[in-house]
């Protein structure tokens, strides 16, 4: 399942305190549809009051994170963490190589 650091926890719950969305929501992560562009986002992100149908559902820092099923399916066992860039930090993706393919 999708993971988040206690960084990037952090760096959300002071986000959705600075959107003015109530402590009580956690941040759901899920697949939106193509763009104006027609280009399919990896990834997307809102504070919400509870998960949806099948969300996988944890807690980190405090957090209440919601996983959409397309989103545990195509991520797996990425990483959500922090990175400072000046004085800005940004919430980075680190998806794990499959250290256990081969290829031939």
Known sequence: ???L?????????SA????????????????PGPDANGKQARLA?????????????SEVAGLKM???PEVDKSLG?????VEQAGDQARLVLQV?????????
């Open 16 to 31: 959705r305190s600075d959107l003015g969305a109530p402590d009580s929501h956690g941040v759901r992560f899920f697949t």
């Open 96 to 104: 794990p190589t499959d250290a256990g393919s081969t290829g031939s």
């Open 45 to 57: 992100f809102d504070f919400v009051d509870g998960p949806a149908a099948n969300d996988k559902v």
């Open 66 to 68: 919601f996983v959409a």
């Open 77 to 81: 066992e990425a990483t959500i963490d």
């Open 5 to 13: 650091t206690d960084g990037a926890a952090k760096v959300l719950t």
């Open 1 to 3: 399942m999708l993971k």
